[in-house]
């Protein structure tokens, strides 16, 4: 696929399948080798062998690796809301002004996803919630799924009696943490283009947790439905109106496989600002980057940050009628397989720079360095946020030290975007 300075080469397709067929039961594939050092892109199951406890191994410090050891913090659908949640409830203990709620009860700056309960464990806190709006659509996930196998709607509670033995006293049959669900609250307000529900697909680079520093991929992109969308009941069970994953509207008849019914960000951008205004896509964009850092900093303080790690997320954003963006899922291990010609390019790239950041200068891997990489190896990431550099450049640059407004990067006051915007991120 090329080299990168000329030090580390990069396998081929024919090589890569070879790899894989010698890897794969392993759970592991090499991706780079030269004559110093091999690095492996692992699997999420992988990962949790090589930390284990009992049959783990013990990394040198010339070895990383591509997931954190309980990377599921942020990336089990359950585990995600939880430590949310829980972050909350510390800011609010802490007298934080980001807490700060209306007179509904809502937060004001950390509403950024669907009010969700956990089933089996919050099925009675659910189905109070339920009945103050009966009308509501529900959507029910597997907390340990991905590709949109398992999911489907709901919005009356007999459609999920079938979950509960016993309705009396809401014990549901769980045999295994792999079958619980969470329930969220459906987005059935999205912003439509051209009839069509989307969402947005985002890369986030995080080098260390402690301290936080992360990085944005410029190039996502966001996958359409091929389906024209309706909130209509009669249409619930048709998931090519209502899921964006790859792997369920690939099977549709209308999906195009030349664009494979993806839209790049900067042609998302370009829409809004046509349609919307320049200013409110600004806000738009500034509270999506808000809502990224702001899952990153509920899971810091419960993730092992391990230093022989990184991890690049695939983040999952839905964008309401209002503009108002929302956290659905985040993912371990975003596809890196490409759908089209423009795919193809885009996650190499994607790749690429990834490990020019993990491993600067294609140098043997230091798990001891400071993990600052310079700019020029930046390539199309930028950085989100570095938790170093805010502190040192004083509270008002830091969110949870703020009220409520920022401070821009020239040094006047920010837009009123309704929230403390990291303006000073980049």
Aim: aromatic content about 12%; charged content about 25%.
């Amino acid at each position: 696929l090329g080299t990168m300075a000329g030090k580390v080469k990069w396998v081929t397709d024919i090589e890569k399948s070879v790899l894989i067929n010698n890897f794969e039961k392993r759970g592991w594939i090499q991706v780079a080798e030269n004559e110093d050092w091999n690095f492996y892109w692992m699997s999420v199951q992988t990962i949790r062998n090589v930390f284990s406890v009992e049959t783990g191994y013990r990394l040198s410090d010339d070895q990383i690796v591509n997931h954190f050891p309980n990377h599921y913090e942020l990336t089990r659908k359950d585990l995600m809301v939880k430590n949310i949640k829980r972050y909350r409830k510390e800011l609010e203990k802490e007298g934080s002004p980001l807490a700060e709620k209306d007179e509904n009860g809502k937060y004001i700056y950390l509403d950024f996803v669907p009010v969700t309960f956990m089933l089996p464990a919050d099925y009675n806190l659910f189905v109070e919630e339920f009945r103050k709006n009966p009308s509501s659509t529900w959507i029910m996930k597997p907390c340990g799924k991905a590709q949109g196998k398992g999911i489907f709607l709901i919005n009356k509670l007999s459609q999920i009696k079938k979950w509960s033995r016993d309705s009396k006293t809401s014990s549901f049959v769980s045999q295994s943490s792999k079958e619980a669900y969470v329930i969220s609250l459906y987005i059935n307000n999205p912003l439509l283009i051209g009839g069509k529900k989307f969402d947005l697909r985002l890369y986030v680079l995080v080098s260390t947790y402690r301290p936080l520093r992360c990085y944005m991929y410029k190039l996502g992109f966001c996958r359409f439905c091929t389906v024209k969308y309706t909130p209509s009941t009669s249409e619930l069970d048709n998931m090519f109106v209502h899921l964006t994953n790859v792997a369920i509207q690939k099977h549709g008849d209308d999906y195009n496989h030349i664009h494979g019914g993806k839209w790049t960000v900067s042609n998302l951008r370009l829409y809004l600002e046509s349609t919307r205004g320049k200013e409110v896509t600004n806000k738009l964009f500034d509270e999506i980057h808000w809502i990224i850092v702001q899952s990153l900093k509920a899971v810091a303080p419960v993730m092992n940050n391990d230093k022989h790690c990184f991890e690049c997320y695939g983040y999952d954003i839905i964008i309401d009628d209002k503009l108002k963006p929302w956290l659905i899922e985040v993912n371990a291990s975003p596809s890196l397989t490409s759908s089209t010609a423009n795919d193809r390019i885009l996650k190499y790239n994607l790749i690429n720079d990834t490990l020019n950041i993990a491993v600067p200068n294609g140098e043997i891997p230091d798990c001891k360095w400071n993990k600052s990489p310079p700019k020029e190896v930046l390539g199309n990431y930028e950085v989100l946020y570095d938790e170093e550099m805010a502190q040192s450049d004083g509270p008002e640059r830091d969110p949870r030290g703020r009220s409520g407004q920022s401070m821009g990067a020239k040094g006047s006051r920010a837009r009123d975007l309704g929230k403390p915007v990291l303006t000073t991120w980049k």
